[in-house]
């Protein structure tokens, strides 16, 4: 595609949703997604061009590639770190400028960001952190998938009862926020606790009111209810709304189709009425 048949694509889109607005068939007006993968982490599908193509028919005008952070693991990366995971830092720099080659490319067609999900590991985040500011990555965003280092502890996102996890937990969320490094917590409720509800509710207010204080806006995750995962789920949005978090969609797409589907966008537009929540169009960046 050429970038005068873009622009052609672009302004008919523009038309194409003003015209569906007005006849009241619109069902999300979703301009910007700051959490976009590729096929670098080793189990989303799909190159960087082909999610920039479809986020421009979509009627995006920002898409952030927010794609797992590769992390400096004490000993590299050996067999013991999770497969499928995450890029190397070899293969992040390609990453990165890859994304800077089309950011000039599709300049005046959309806006490009350069991003990582990352987790908060206390121990090696400073590497993190030296790695993005030298390459001039543009955010974070903070994905707490597993507690301290990975694969030696607690996977988050499998079911427990153990009250110790959830508040760990929320401790290395609230923690890795206060560095001042992540722009906003993807899928906060990822913790799939099923324990005592009085519990759950009393450690997550504990996140969110936390979260608000430092001005941190919380994801409502796209794909976790779009794949009907337990996330994100009515009892946290609903927590949020009442400490009064600023919450932000977030699309976590792993294939380009996922920036576009009208069905995805319907069953977002459901959720959010159901629950009263109006999402934030729109976030500043933090340096990291």
Not at 6 to 28: D, F, M, P, W, Y
Not at 78 to 104: C, F, L, W
Not at 117 to 123: G, I, N, Q, S, V
Not at 191 to 219: N, Q, W
């Amino acid at each position: 595609m050429t970038k005068n048949d873009r622009r052609t694509l672009t302004e008919q889109l523009r038309c194409a949703k003003i015209i569906n607005s007005a006849n009241g068939k619109e069902v999300l007006g979703l301009t910007v997604n700051y959490h976009t993968h590729t096929h670098l982490c080793g189990h989303a599908e799909g190159e960087i061009r082909e999610y920039i193509e479809k986020a421009i028919e979509a009627g995006l005008t920002k898409l952030g590639f927010a794609d797992h952070a590769p992390q400096f693991f004490e000993g590299g990366y050996g067999p013991a770190i999770r497969k499928n995971m995450r890029m190397t830092p070899k293969e992040a720099e390609k990453y990165i400028s890859d994304i800077r080659a089309y950011s000039d490319e599709y300049k005046g067609d959309i806006k490009l960001f350069c991003g990582f999900e990352a987790e908060y590991f206390p121990t090696i985040f400073a590497k993190l952190q030296s790695f993005c500011r030298d390459y001039g990555v543009d955010y974070l965003i903070l994905g707490q998938h597993c507690l301290t280092i990975e694969p030696s502890d607690f996977w988050v996102g499998a079911p427990t009862e153990e009250r110790s996890f959830l508040t760990r937990y929320v401790d290395e969320v609230l923690e890795g926020i206060s560095s001042g490094s992540f722009s906003y917590v993807c899928h906060p409720d990822v913790c799939h606790y099923v324990g005592d509800d009085a519990f759950y509710r009393s450690e997550m207010t504990r996140l969110c009111v936390g979260a608000k204080k430092l001005g941190i806006p919380l994801e409502i995750n796209i794909k976790g209810l779009c794949d009907n995962r337990f996330y994100p789920s009515d009892r946290f949005v609903n927590l949020a709304k009442s400490v009064g978090n600023d919450m932000i969609l977030g699309v976590d797409a792993h294939n380009p189709s996922d920036l576009h589907n009208e069905n995805d966008r319907r069953k977002v537009s459901e959720f959010l009425s159901r629950n009263g929540i109006t999402p934030l169009d729109d976030i500043t960046l933090r340096k990291i």
